[in-house]
């Protein structure tokens, strides 16, 4: 189970960050990830981190801003955003793979539900 929270109403140029708790299987032994969906958008891949926190992959339009981190002992994933513009305005869903490096969105196993980040101009 993944419990994401964190998300809110930000001026742009602002900064948030995204928790998320997983719970039930060992989800230190997996890569781990982020995806958002806009408001009349596809859901789209926004960061992934792999089950050691050694790798870190990031879509072109986060890179720079922002930072995907875990703490296993605390089975904990997080997405630290800053310079938030209104295009990062979407729900954004915590995800859990079955590998231990991010292979893309197929080795996805895991939704939690999603938490909203709106960014105000």
């Known amino acids: 189970q993944l419990q994401a929270s964190g998300g809110g109403l930000v001026q742009a140029g602002g900064s948030l960050r995204l928790s998320c708790a997983a719970s039930?299987?060992?989800?230190?032994?997996?890569?781990m990830g982020w995806f958002r969906q806009a408001p009349g958008k596809e859901r789209e891949f926004v960061a992934a981190i792999s089950w050691s926190g050694g790798n870190t992959s990031y879509t072109a339009s986060v890179k720079g801003r922002f930072t995907i981190s875990r703490h296993n002992a605390k089975n904990m994933v997080y997405l630290q955003m800053n310079s938030l513009n209104s295009e990062d305005t979407a729900v954004y869903y915590c995800?859990?793979?079955?590998?231990?490096?991010?292979?893309?969105?197929?080795?996805?196993?895991?939704w939690g539900q999603g938490t909203q980040v709106t960014v105000s101009s």
């Open positions: 039930g299987r060992t989800f230190s032994n997996y890569a």
């Open positions: 995800v859990a793979s079955h590998t231990r490096y991010w292979i893309g969105a197929r080795c996805v196993r895991d």
